[in-house]
């Protein structure tokens, strides 16, 4: 009997606190949506207008973008420059997808930013070969830059 009192008190509690947790997500839910709202009333950057599967597609290339950069800040600091270059021809560079994707965009100042951002990542591959540091930081500067630009200008 003691034993089931037990379980019944550990089933209890652990109702209990499932359920609270639950309310507190659903609350941090409820929250972020408004806050989302909020922000998107106030935000007066240019919209592009993507269809949901193309806005999802851009986004998963940006976050690719910041993977990609924090992968080539690693490597600099292992010594490794011609790893760090390759990702920044491969993922950062004006490689031909990502060109034809860039012109793509109707809007003309938004696919221009995605072109020099894609050639400054080019530029930084050619930089990181030379492995000198200082250099190499100036050109990750430069194509972050760029991101910089974009995001104060533009969402999606």
Request: with cysteine.
């Amino acid at each position: 009997m003691k034993k089931i009192v037990m379980l019944i008190s550990i089933l209890i509690f652990a109702g209990a606190t499932f359920n609270s947790f639950a309310e507190d997500e659903g609350s941090k839910t409820e929250h972020m949506m408004q806050h989302n709202k909020m922000q998107s009333i106030n935000d007066d950057r240019i919209s592009l207008n993507l269809s949901p599967a193309m806005k999802q597609h851009q986004l998963s290339n940006m976050r690719s973008h910041v993977e990609a950069v924090q992968a080539i800040v690693g490597l600099l600091a292992e010594g490794s420059h011609e790893k760090a270059s390759h990702i920044a021809y491969s993922r950062l560079g004006l490689t031909e997808e990502m060109k034809k994707m860039c012109n793509s965009f109707e809007n003309e100042a938004f696919k221009n930013l995605g072109l020099a951002f894609h050639k400054s990542g080019d530029i930084l591959g050619d930089t990181l070969k030379t492995k000198d540091i200082t250099k190499s930081l100036r050109a990750l500067n430069t194509t972050m830059g760029y991101c910089v630009q974009c995001h104060a200008a533009f969402r999606q």
